[in-house]
């Protein structure tokens, strides 16, 4: 029987107020915050970092599903990105899911199909969703960044596959055309009654009805929440009690998370699951999705749990700073500079699972893989080892020459768990508070945009 | 084979330093070559060969021949990072020494201010190792592992801008003719922690220029040639961020040319008169002394906190103002240094004289510490 192997979130560490937002443009506070992407952050980041949370290096996979309404590409797959990263083999089967809110459910859908079917013994669902609100609108207080990753695979870790039901629904309610920077949703009630609360409606009914499961049977109920309030209604409606049994939202700490918000409260309600409670989980858009689950209480490392990712913040200064990082306003005077795809790719095994070498003859460890060791100089080549993802602050530099939306650049010579220094720039951080010796964990980033393209590389943060 | 003694500069030149909007490359440069012929008194047909330093202000020997008109001899560039400079000299010396030419230029130069960039470039190549690294930045990660080893805070670098900046107030070529205090060092805006302004020389533009000869042709140009006593250069890794084990607390490029030119020169640091030394921050001049030798690790900071780079102290080190204050046109540095140690032996450095010097060393520093480049100079 298929099932949920592992479960991770990763959460930006911004926080917006919607104070804030609201006082930018004389409005009304919706109240709380939402989760708002670092500038170096953006869907494939946030896919790739809750995805290392499964696991110290990763999980092996024999597919990566990237699910997110705004990949950092229109054309070009991030999936093959993630699993580069995560130095999975080619023979991984990669895939991008998008255009819809239902995105993370429809891959966990097509991923637990792989493994029905066999193509398939591990499929790692990666998800992120960065969603960038027009100014001055009340989707500007609701959307939040986060990512979140699942592994599936043919035993239960965590919970087992019971029942699985689509419905596709064509309903022109939220959308965003190739021309458009902001998703747009049609005014008034028409989505909440006409698509959101019938579409749920006959996704859980007929979710249920495979199974003969009965609404108070569940334990909990996880409904996307476009509001804090819209689960309740449909919920209501479909026979269950919203105060028992439906999953908190995190709509008023990290807001409406998009694609990615099933998938993050599916990982809450795991993480508090008991053995034998039955877990649904719906996700819509132009249709929806519903998967019944059957937890087996195992527990779930708490680092990269949903509680932990909520709690470590920093709130952001000013609107003006979440401006910049989403590129609502532009500098003229960016520098130009260029990039190499060339050497991106030639280099890929060094800058994306992050490998370093081992001189044979001495043991130093050294990044890049260098030709003749750094230390001796002995030139029979070096041995291939992936560098650990932690380390220590051996020195830095806050720069405040180095142009950047969310200046100083801290710079730092990070000494890493069994050997290796890494030279990259520290991010999440609060800049006087770095000291030398501060612990340190390696996070993928967004580094520039030159040549014209997204470029990614490694950096530091305090643990 | 050593190069003690087998020649000697026989005239320099330097332009006046600083930020010039209203004069070229060209400008800069026939004021520096042709103030190095005066000197030495000797027509332009004379040089036989010249070598040019820059490191981004020009490219191959035409960035020589076309302002000087020095066509049809070999002019060779050198580019060494911000040691460009000391390697053009140190390779003019070698050929002469090795018995190819009789007299040659070398000139170095950098135009730094006809672009609008803010401080040094960047040395990395690599679209996203390294990204966004400045040149400040490389010395800053020292100066904060320096903090940490020895306990030391600050304002124990303050002193050096105040001593150099002091000493550029004698120096009428120097880019700043200006005192500053240390209160104004401590409270200037951080350009990269715990650098601020008053740390990090300034962005300049100048050209420097001196003429070397073999020594028994020198001594019958003018009778008081200075004599080339040891060369040393030592190249280290560009990228000491990314090497284990590496200290950060000085830079083994400068112990290693030192101890050749050292060596050499049959000298030791305490025999030396005076020094211009490296200081493009104020943390690099103090892991100079270390490295040069002229105290111990970790007594840096103390060396110039007790007066002893000071003019008539110890070793007075910079007495030109260094980069500090004399600027720090990237190519040109190295040979303007020999520039000011030739002007402190023939003890025409006016205000700024050094008693009875002799004996002098010149240190260039280029890169992330990286390149190392030593010369002692002696009177003949």
Known sequence: MAGIVAVAVSVPRYRLPREVIAREWGATAAGGEKAVANHDEDSLTLAVNAALGLGVDGPPADAVYFATTTSPWAEKQAAATIAAVLDLPPAARTLDFTGTLRAGTSAMLAGLDAIAGGSASRVLVAAGDCRIAEPDSPAEQSFGDAGAALLLGCEAGLAEVVATHSVADEFVGTWRTQGQEFPRAFPGAFETKFGYGRVIAEAVKGVLAKVRIEPRELATVVLPAPTPRAPQAVAKAAGLDPKRQLQESFWTTLGDTGAVQPLLMLAAALERAKAGDLILVVGYGDGADAVVLRATGAAIPAGHGVARQIEVKRTLPSYGRYARFRKLVRKETVATESSSPVILWRDRKQLLPLYGGRCARCGTVQFPKHRICVECADANGLEEVRLARRGRLFTFTNDYLTESPDPPVTHAVVELDGGGRLYVQLTDCEPERVAIDMPLELTFRKIHEHGGFNNYFWKARPQ | ?380
């Open chain 2, 1 to 380: 084979m050593n190069i003690r003694d087998r020649v000697a500069v026989v005239g320099v030149g330097c332009s006046k330093f600083g930020e010039h909007y209203d004069r070229s490359l060209e400008d800069l440069v026939v004021e520096a070559a042709f103030e190095a012929y005066r000197d030495a008194r000797i027509e332009p047909a004379r040089i036989e060969a010249a070598w040019v330093g820059t490191l981004e202000s020009g490219y191959s020997g035409t960035a020589l021949a076309d302002p000087l008109k020095l066509y049809d001899i070999p002019i060779t560039r050198v580019e060494n990072y911000c040691a460009s400079g000391m390697d053009a000299f140190r390779n003019a010396c070698m050929a002469v020494a090795a018995g190819m030419y009789e007299c040659v230029l070398v000139l170095g130069f950098e135009k730094l201010r006809d672009s609008g960039r803010r401080g040094l470039g960047t040395f990395g190549t690599h679209p996203v190792v390294g990204y966004g690294t400045t040149a400040p930045s490389l010395f800053a990660m020292a100066a904060n592992r320096y903090f940490k080893t020895y306990g030391v805070t600050k304002d124990a670098l303050a002193k050096v801008a105040v001593k150099n900046h002091h000493n550029g107030t004698m120096s009428p070529k120097a880019h700043f003719q200006m005192e500053v205090s240390e209160e104004q060092v401590l409270a200037a805006p951080l350009i990269c922690s715990p650098l601020g302004l008053f740390d990090c020389c300034p962005t300049t533009d100048g050209a420097a220029a001196a003429i070397v000869c073999r020594t028994d042709v020198a001594r019958s140009i003018r009778p008081d040639p200075i004599l080339v006593k040891g060369l040393g250069l030592a190249v280290t890794s560009g990228e000491p961020y990314l090497k284990p084990g590496f200290a950060y607390t000085g830079f083994p490029a400068t112990r290693r040319a030192a101890e050749s030119a050292y060596e050499q020169a049959g000298v030791t640091p305490k025999d030396l008169d005076l020094a211009e030394v490296h200081d493009c921050f104020t943390i690099t001049e103090i892991l100079n002394y270390e490295d040069l030798g002229l105290c111990a690790p970790g007594e840096g900071w103390r060396y110039v906190a007790e007066g002893r780079a000071s003019i008539g102290g110890e070793v007075p080190v910079n007495p030109s103002g260094g980069l500090k204050s004399f600027g720090h046109p990237i190519g040109a540095t190295g040979v303007r240094m020999i520039y000011e140690v030739c002007q402190q032996l023939w003890h025409k450095a006016g205000a700024r004289q050094v008693k009875d010097a002799e004996i002098g060393l010149a240190h260039n520093l280029g890169g992330p510490g990286a390149v190392g480049c030593v010369t002692v100079l002696a009177n003949a």
